[in-house]
């Protein structure tokens, strides 16, 4: 059973919608991090927060806005997506956002139509 | 920046047979160095971790070497089981946690 707990598992929206995934660990870690994985390809990181602030956000379109409510809780706010933008979308967690070791959720399957 | 470099797949062996996945890293500082699999279906999970040069990281019968002077961090396992089947990933953490492109790996009974 993994600790970075996503919801939903699947998710479906149209262009026009607007949504947000959810994501949650309660291992006190103080890094939390939003990944894109297109099918048989690496993860590719968009944003990262550290001690709840954000600290890289890899030049994500502006359709994406995370929020970080607490140390426990990341949220990525969707709207006006494109179909390209369906992917899974992974949540992970470290320590301290240095050397330490990330722990993944299992992700959100996002289908944009 | 960091970039990792892993042999690319599919990998397709029979059960009981010996694995190796060879990765190699480019870094400017030293590096933290990590194995990840992703079972179908799921989330990436942590196999193992070496920090330094020399460590041995290790994980359900899984090992990998920090080698500094040849800048590896090959993955083995002599024995794999069909429950083995996943995709592997080589990653390295300087500042910032840089992935291998993958290698998917197929055991057959």
């Known amino acids: 059973d993994t600790e970075v707990t996503q919801t939903p598992k699947h998710l479906v929206m149209g262009m026009t919608n607007k949504k947000s995934l959810k994501c949650e660990q309660h291992?006190?870690?103080?890094?939390m991090y939003w990944y894109k994985q297109k099918a048989k390809k690496p993860p590719e990181l968009m944003f990262v927060?550290?001690?709840?602030?954000?600290?890289i956000n890899e030049s994500v379109p502006s359709r994406f806005s995370p929020e970080c409510p607490n140390s426990s809780l990341l949220n990525l706010h969707l709207h006006a997506l494109q179909p390209e933008d369906s992917a899974l979308y992974l949540c992970?967690?470290?320590?301290?956002?240095?050397?330490?070791?990330?722990?993944f959720g299992n992700g959100t399957r996002l289908t944009v139509t | 920046g960091n970039s990792v470099t892993q042999m690319e797949g599919p990998v397709t062996l029979s059960e009981e047979a010996f694995l190796t996945i060879n990765c190699t890293y480019t870094?400017?500082?030293?590096?933290?160095l990590f194995w990840y699999v992703q079972y179908p279906g799921e989330g990436l999970q942590l196999l193992l971790k070496?920090?330094?040069?020399?460590d041995k990281g290790s994980n359900k019968g899984f090992e990998a070497t920090y080698r500094k002077e040849t800048t590896s961090f090959h993955l083995e396992k002599g024995s794999v089981q069909v429950s083995d089947s996943a995709v592997y990933f080589c990653?390295?953490?300087?500042?910032?946690?840089?992935f291998g492109a993958g290698t998917t790996v197929t055991v057959r009974a």
């Open positions: 291992m006190g870690h103080r890094a």
């Open positions: 992970a967690s470290s320590q301290r956002g240095d050397n330490s070791p990330l722990h």
């Open positions: 990653a390295s953490n300087d500042y910032k946690l840089s």
């Open positions: 870094a400017t500082g030293y590096p933290s």
């Open positions: 070496a920090t330094k040069a020399d």
């Open positions: 927060y550290s001690y709840e602030k954000l600290s």
